[in-house]
C-alpha cells in the first residue's frame, strides 16, 4: 500500500489480527487487501473522522482491471500505490484461492460504497460527484440525495475533463465544497490515473474509483437480480444490457484473466499473504 501505517493499522484478516494473518493476497501484480466489508467501512471511516494529512485512495479492483494491469507495468504500479485497494468479483477470488488465500469478502464498489454511505450516515459528512455525462451524474446526483439522507450532496460534476483549463477549475470546485469523500467514476484505468495524479491537490479525505456507479444510480443500466449477483455472474447481466460496449471486456476478457491467473499459478508468482479464515461467499 501507499505507507507502511495502512498495512499495520489493518486489524481484521476475516477475524484475525495482521500480526497472526497478513490480510493481503496477490494477483497479477496487484496486492489486494483482504478483510471483511464491515472491517472495510470502519477502516474509511476512520479516515472520514480524522481527516488529516492528504487525501487517501481506494480502488476496486476486478478481472477487467487487473487484465489492464498485467498488461500496463504503469498501471499496476498506480494500483499498487493505492492506500486501500479492495478485491471485486468471483474472478478475484478464483485468483487467491489459486493463490493459497481465502477472499474474505466481495468488496464491489457498487456495493460497498451504498454500504458507506449507510453505515456513516447523520453524522454530518458530505460528498462530491465526479464523473459521467451531465444529464447521468445529474440524474445520479437526484438519486443520491433521496437514497442517502444522512450524508450532505456538496456538489457534481462530469466526468469529461477534456482539457487542464476544465480539469484546474473542477479541482477548485471541488476544494470549495470541502467534501469529506469524492466518488470518482470514469471508468478503468482513468479514475485511477485521475485520482493518482490529483490526490495531493484535493481537499478532501477519501478518494473512491466507483467505475459505473452513477450508470447505475442513474437509471441507465440495471442491477442484476440477487441470484445472479450471488452466483457471481453479474456479468452476464451486464453483456445482455449492454453487449456492443461489454463484448470485449467479458468474451474475450474473461477468458485471458483465467489464462493469466494460471500461467501465474504455474510459475508461482501469486501468492497469499494469510489465508484468513473461511469468508462469506
Known sequence: MNNGKTSESVKSGCGRSA???EAYFTVLGVRILNIRKQRG???LEEVLRRREGRAKSVFFVNAHTLNLAAADPQYRELLNGGDFVFGDGTGVRWAARLNGARMCDNLQGTDFTPSLLK???ERGYSYFMLGGDEPTIAQAARYAQENFPGWRLAGFHHGYLKNPELNAAVIDVINAARPD?????MGNPLQERWIHDHLGRLDTSLCLGIGGLFDFWAGNVSRA???LRKAGH????RLFQQPREKARRYLVGNPLFLARIMAERLRGEGRGEGRGERGEE
Open 181 to 185: 469523500l469524492l466518488l470518482v467514476g
Open 225 to 227: 437480480p440477487a441470484w
Open 234 to 237: 453479474e456479468w452476464l447481466w
Open 119 to 121: 453505515a456513516t450516515a
Open 41 to 43: 467501512i470502519e477502516l
Open 19 to 21: 500480526f497472526e494473518s
